[in-house]
C-alpha cells in the first residue's frame, strides 16, 4: 500500500514538473533529454535492470524479466519527455521502428533456433557425440577435435548449442581428469564464440550487423583468419597442459530418427535461401528463414504421420491406443514429432531479454544518451581503441546491448572498423566465464570444475588471443581500415 502511494506521488510529481518548468521545452528542442529528470531517472531505470540481469546466478531471476519491464518504463518516459518538448508523437515513431527492428530479428532467430531445436530431437548432435566418444581418441586429439568442430558448427549452429554439444563430449570422456575438463571447456568457449564471428549466423551481434546492411554476407568472411588466430593461440597454450592419456572408449551408438538428415539439408537450403533473399531481393534475410521454417513444418507432418503408427485423429502410439484405461493414467513416453514442440522450445528468455535490451537501449537512444556516447567513445578515443575497449567490455556486459548501442549511434567510421567491432563483440566474451551464452552454459554443465575462477587463470592465455586477432585483423584488412 504505501509503495503504491509512493509511485502515484512520484509520477504525479513528474507530470507536474513536466507541465510546469519551460526548461523541458528548451532541452528537448535541442534533442537531448540527458540533463532532464525524464533522461535521469530512465536511465537510473536501465542501470538497475542490467544490475538484476548480471545478478541472475545468484537471485535466479530470469534475465529477461527486469529488462521486459525496464524498457515500459524508459518509453513511458520518453513519451513524458517528448509531450513536454511539444513533440508527442515523435516517440511513437521511434518506438515503431525499434519494434520492427526486433520484430525482423525475432522471427529470424525462432526459425533457427526451431531448426537446431528438430535437428536435437532428431538425434544429430547425439549421434556426433558419440562418435567422437566411442573412438578411443586420446585426451588431446579431444581437446583439438571439440574445439575444431566448435569452431565450424557454431557459424551455422548458436554458439550456446555448439558448446553444450562440444561440452557433453569433454565430460563423457574426461570425467575423471580435471586437469583436462578445464583447458578443454574453456577451448570449447573461446571457439565456439571464435567462430561465430565471420557469419551473420553465429552470434546474434553479427546478425544485427548483417540485417541491418553495415556489413555484407560475403563480407564477414574476411574475418575468418582473425578468428581462427584468436581460437588457436589460446589452444595452443592450454593444449600444453592436457595430458596424453588415452581413457577408455565408451560403447554409444545414438542413431538419427526419420527426417533428421532431410531437416538438416532443409536447414542448409533456408540457410542459402536467407542469403538469397537479403543480397539478390533486398528483401529482410527473415523472409527467407520464416520460408524454410514453413518447408520443416512440411515435412515435420510427414513425419509425424510415419512414426509410430500415427493416426491424425488419437496422436499416441499403437499399443497405449489399445488399452483405454493405460492411457487414461500415463502419458506415452514417445509421441510422435511435433513441430511446434520444437518452437515452444526455443530459448524464449533470451529472445524475450532480447526485447527488452532492444527497446530499452532505443529509449537511452530517444533520450540522446547513445549520441553522447558515440562523441566520447568513437570521437574522443578514436575508432580503434573504440572498438577494442567495446570487446573488454563484451566480457563485463552481455554483448547484445553493447552492440546494438553501437549500431544505434552508427559513428562514421570504415569498413575495416565495422569489421574490427564485429570480431571483438563476439570474441570479447571468451576472457571471464560469464562473458558469453557459451561460458555460462558450460558452467552450469561441469559445475563445481568448470568455475570463474578455473577460467580466470588461462584468462591471460585468451587474452593473448584476443590481442592477437586485432593485430591480424589490422594486418590483413588493411585496405579497409
Do not use: C
Request: hydrophobic letters at 55%.
Amino acid at each position: 500500500m504505501l509503495l503504491g502511494r509512493s509511485m502515484s506521488l512520484f509520477f504525479t510529481a513528474l507530470f507536474g514538473l513536466m507541465a510546469g518548468s519551460p526548461a523541458w521545452a528548451s532541452e528537448a528542442a535541442a534533442g537531448d533529454f540527458t540533463g532532464t529528470l525524464w533522461g535521469m531517472v530512465a536511465l537510473g531505470v536501465f542501470v538497475l535492470a542490467y544490475v538484476l540481469v548480471i545478478a541472475e546466478e545468484n537471485i535466479h531471476l530470469r534475465k529477461s524479466k527486469p529488462v521486459v519491464i525496464a524498457a515500459g518504463i524508459i518509453w513511458m518516459l520518453v513519451a513524458m519527455a517528448y509531450a513536454g518538448a511539444g513533440r508527442p508523437g515523435e516517440a511513437e515513431e521511434v518506438l515503431k521502428h525499434n519494434i520492427l527492428e526486433y520484430g525482423e530479428l525475432l522471427l529470424f532467430l525462432l526459425a533457427a533456433m526451431t531448426f537446431i531445436n528438430t535437428l536435437q530431437e532428431r538425434g544429430l548432435f547425439d549421434a556426433l557425440r558419440g562418435w567422437l566418444v566411442s573412438r578411443g581418441f586420446t585426451l588431446r586429439t579431444i581437446f583439438w577435435l571439440t574445439g575444431l568442430l566448435a569452431f565450424f558448427i557454431s557459424p551455422v549452429a548458436d554458439n550456446l548449442t555448439t558448446a553444450l554439444i562440444m561440452g557433453a563430449v569433454v565430460m563423457a570422456v574426461g570425467a575423471a581428469h580435471r586437469a583436462f575438463i578445464v583447458p578443454a571447456l574453456i577451448n570449447i568457449v573461446v571457439a565456439a564464440n571464435a567462430g561465430g564471428a565471420f557469419s551473420p549466423f553465429g552470434d546474434i551481434t553479427t546478425l544485427m550487423v548483417w540485417q541491418k546492411g553495415v556489413v555484407h554476407f560475403n563480407e564477414f568472411f574476411a574475418l575468418f583468419i582473425p578468428a581462427l588466430v584468436n581460437w588457436l593461440v589460446p589452444a595452443i597454450i592450454m593444449s600444453l597442459a592436457v595430458p596424453k592419456e588415452r581413457p577408455p572408449a565408451l560403447a554409444e551408438t545414438p542413431r538419427v530418427k526419420t527426417g533428421g538428415y532431410v531437416a538438416l539439408a532443409l536447414f542448409a537450403f533456408t540457410i542459402a535461401l536467407a542469403v538469397t533473399m537479403h543480397n539478390a531481393f533486398h528483401l529482410p534475410p527473415m523472409l527467407g528463414m520464416m520460408t524454410g521454417l514453413g518447408l520443416l513444418m512440411v515435412q515435420g507432418y510427414f513425419i509425424k504421420r510415419a512414426e509410430a503408427g500415427y493416426d491424425p485423429d488419437q496422436a499416441v502410439p499403437q499399443p497405449l491406443r489399445e488399452s483405454p484405461d493405460l492411457l487414461r493414467h500415463y502419458k506415452p513416453r514417445d509421441k510422435p514429432f511435433d513441430i511446434f514442440i520444437s518452437m515452444k522450445r526455443s530459448e524464449w528468455d533470451t529472445l524475450m531479454f532480447f526485447y527488452g535490451v532492444i527497446l530499452s537501449v532505443g529509449g537511452l537512444g530517444a533520450l540522446g544518451y547513445l549520441a553522447g556516447l558515440s562523441t566520447l567513445m568513437y570521437a574522443g578515443l578514436g575508432p580503434t581503441t573504440a572498438n577494442v575497449l567495446v570487446g573488454v567490455l563484451s566480457a563485463v556486459v552481455d554483448n547484445i546491448p553493447v552492440m546494438f548501442a553501437v549500431l544505434t549511434m552508427n559513428p562514421d567510421m570504415s569498413h575495416g572498423q565495422w569489421l574490427l567491432v564485429t570480431l571483438t563483440a563476439g570474441v570479447g566474451g571468451s576472457l571471464l566465464s560469464v562473458g558469453s551464452a557459451a561460458g555460462v552454459a558450460l558452467m552450469g554443465q561441469a559445475r563445481g570444475v568448470y568455475t570463474f575462477m578455473a577460467h580466470l587463470k588461462w584468462t591471460w592465455a585468451v587474452l593473448l588471443g584476443y590481442a592477437a586477432s586485432i593485430g591480424t585483423h589490422l594486418w590483413l584488412n588493411a585496405s579497409v581500415m
